[in-house]
Nanobody, 124 residues
Protein backbone atom coordinates (compact mmCIF):
# COMPACT_ATOMS: atom_id res chain seq x y z
CA UNK A 1 0.00 0.00 0.00
CA UNK A 2 1.37 3.38 -0.98
CA UNK A 3 1.31 5.83 1.87
CA UNK A 4 3.45 8.46 3.57
CA UNK A 5 5.83 7.26 6.27
CA UNK A 6 6.38 9.34 9.40
CA UNK A 7 9.43 9.23 11.63
CA UNK A 8 11.06 11.24 14.39
CA UNK A 9 8.59 10.80 17.20
CA UNK A 10 9.60 9.84 20.71
CA UNK A 11 9.65 10.81 24.36
CA UNK A 12 10.77 14.31 25.26
CA UNK A 13 10.58 16.49 28.35
CA UNK A 14 8.45 19.58 28.43
CA UNK A 15 10.29 22.46 26.79
CA UNK A 16 12.16 20.14 24.45
CA UNK A 17 12.05 19.81 20.69
CA UNK A 18 11.41 17.16 18.08
CA UNK A 19 11.55 17.16 14.31
CA UNK A 20 9.14 14.88 12.55
CA UNK A 21 9.76 13.74 9.00
CA UNK A 22 7.33 12.49 6.41
CA UNK A 23 8.64 10.53 3.45
CA UNK A 24 6.64 10.03 0.30
CA UNK A 25 7.49 6.32 0.10
CA UNK A 26 6.03 5.81 -3.37
CA UNK A 27 3.96 8.97 -3.30
CA UNK A 28 5.14 12.14 -4.97
CA UNK A 29 4.73 15.29 -2.87
CA UNK A 30 5.90 17.80 -5.46
CA UNK A 31 2.52 18.78 -6.90
CA UNK A 32 0.51 18.38 -3.71
CA UNK A 33 -0.03 20.07 -0.41
CA UNK A 34 0.94 18.05 2.64
CA UNK A 35 -0.46 18.32 6.11
CA UNK A 36 0.23 17.17 9.65
CA UNK A 37 -2.55 16.12 11.99
CA UNK A 38 -2.51 14.69 15.48
CA UNK A 39 -4.75 12.55 17.61
CA UNK A 40 -4.59 12.25 21.37
CA UNK A 41 -6.26 9.35 23.21
CA UNK A 42 -10.01 9.83 23.34
CA UNK A 43 -9.94 12.90 21.12
CA UNK A 44 -10.67 13.66 17.49
CA UNK A 45 -7.88 13.90 14.97
CA UNK A 46 -7.03 17.58 14.62
CA UNK A 47 -5.20 19.76 12.14
CA UNK A 48 -1.68 20.84 13.09
CA UNK A 49 -0.08 22.43 10.03
CA UNK A 50 0.02 22.25 6.26
CA UNK A 51 2.17 23.43 3.39
CA UNK A 52 1.19 23.98 -0.22
CA UNK A 53 3.23 23.62 -3.39
CA UNK A 54 4.48 27.21 -3.19
CA UNK A 55 5.58 26.82 0.44
CA UNK A 56 2.60 28.69 1.75
CA UNK A 57 1.87 27.45 5.25
CA UNK A 58 -1.00 27.22 7.67
CA UNK A 59 -1.03 26.40 11.36
CA UNK A 60 -3.49 25.56 14.06
CA UNK A 61 -3.64 28.90 15.82
CA UNK A 62 -4.64 27.35 19.13
CA UNK A 63 -1.36 25.56 19.73
CA UNK A 64 0.99 25.38 16.75
CA UNK A 65 1.59 28.94 15.66
CA UNK A 66 4.91 30.20 17.00
CA UNK A 67 6.08 26.79 18.22
CA UNK A 68 5.78 24.50 15.19
CA UNK A 69 7.26 24.98 11.73
CA UNK A 70 6.34 22.95 8.67
CA UNK A 71 8.67 22.78 5.69
CA UNK A 72 9.24 20.68 2.62
CA UNK A 73 12.17 19.46 0.54
CA UNK A 74 10.78 18.42 -2.82
CA UNK A 75 14.17 17.24 -4.05
CA UNK A 76 14.11 14.63 -1.28
CA UNK A 77 10.32 14.16 -1.33
CA UNK A 78 10.17 14.98 2.37
CA UNK A 79 8.05 17.16 4.60
CA UNK A 80 9.13 18.15 8.09
CA UNK A 81 7.44 19.35 11.24
CA UNK A 82 9.79 21.09 13.66
CA UNK A 83 8.22 21.27 17.10
CA UNK A 84 9.75 23.48 19.79
CA UNK A 85 8.87 24.23 23.39
CA UNK A 86 6.78 21.09 23.60
CA UNK A 87 4.11 20.75 26.27
CA UNK A 88 2.43 17.68 27.79
CA UNK A 89 -0.69 18.67 25.86
CA UNK A 90 1.19 17.98 22.63
CA UNK A 91 1.26 14.27 23.43
CA UNK A 92 -0.44 12.48 20.55
CA UNK A 93 0.07 10.35 17.50
CA UNK A 94 1.13 12.63 14.67
CA UNK A 95 0.03 11.82 11.13
CA UNK A 96 1.27 13.05 7.80
CA UNK A 97 -1.17 13.24 4.91
CA UNK A 98 -1.03 14.20 1.25
CA UNK A 99 -3.72 16.46 -0.06
CA UNK A 100 -5.88 15.74 -3.09
CA UNK A 101 -4.43 18.80 -4.81
CA UNK A 102 -1.88 21.60 -4.62
CA UNK A 103 -3.50 23.73 -1.94
CA UNK A 104 -3.67 23.10 1.77
CA UNK A 105 -6.80 22.59 3.80
CA UNK A 106 -7.65 22.32 7.49
CA UNK A 107 -10.14 19.56 6.74
CA UNK A 108 -9.19 15.91 7.00
CA UNK A 109 -11.44 15.23 4.02
CA UNK A 110 -9.05 17.13 1.75
CA UNK A 111 -6.34 14.52 2.29
CA UNK A 112 -6.53 11.09 0.74
CA UNK A 113 -3.20 9.47 1.62
CA UNK A 114 -2.39 9.02 5.29
CA UNK A 115 0.58 7.58 7.10
CA UNK A 116 0.47 5.22 10.06
CA UNK A 117 1.53 7.93 12.48
CA UNK A 118 4.39 8.48 14.89
CA UNK A 119 3.96 8.75 18.65
CA UNK A 120 5.04 11.92 20.42
CA UNK A 121 5.05 11.86 24.20
CA UNK A 122 5.91 14.93 26.24
CA UNK A 123 6.60 14.43 29.93
CA UNK A 124 6.15 17.14 32.54
Amino acid sequence: QVQPVESGGGLVQAGGSLRLSCAGSGLIFTDYAVGWFRQAPGKEREFVAAINVKNGTAYNLDFAKGRFTISRDDAKNLVYLQMNNLEPGDTAVYYCARSRDYTWSLSKNAYNYWGQGTQVTVSS
